[in-house]
Nanobody, 127 residues
Framework: QVQLVESGGGLVQAGGSPRLSCAAS????????MAWFRQGPGKDCEFVAR????????SYADSVKGRFTFSRDSAKNTIYLQMNSLKHEDTAVYYC????????????????????WGQGTQVTVSS
């Protein structure tokens, strides 16, 4: 099992550029992929981005493509989500997730295929 802890959320003005972090501990070497999801008020859990750990291949949701950047620091077992040009609709609790079994290979956007989750960090975009 991988333990994940997010940080970096808060109240941000529209157009702002916060960076979220997710520190991993435990069996991090077994992760096939890491991902970011979010859940806005009254909305379902939504895929944001995923990184295949072996080669760093990244996939983004269309809603964030070109605005958000997923990166990692392998030495620190930490992943990041750089969020730029924030919009009101980006308001959500953001979660990082890990897939240790490879189930997300076929359905990268399905939250049920990820087996470890952080506690979430709230990002609220204000005008």
């Amino acid at each position: 099992q991988v333990q994940l802890v997010e940080s970096g959320g808060g109240l941000v003005q529209a157009g702002g550029s916060p960076r979220l972090s997710c520190a991993a501990s435990g069996r991090t070497f077994s992760s096939v992929a890491m991902a970011w999801f979010r859940q806005g008020p009254g909305k379902d859990c939504e895929f944001v981005a995923r990184m295949r750990w072996s080669d760093g291949t990244i996939s983004y949701a269309d809603s964030v493509k070109g605005r958000f950047t997923f990166s990692r620091d392998s030495a620190k077992n930490t992943i990041y989500l750089q969020m730029n040009s924030l919009k009101h609709e980006d308001t959500a609790v953001y979660y990082c997730a890990a897939d240790s079994g490879g189930r997300s290979t076929w359905r990268i956007v399905y939250y049920g295929d990820y087996d470890s989750w952080g506690q979430g960090t709230q990002v609220t975009v204000s005008s």
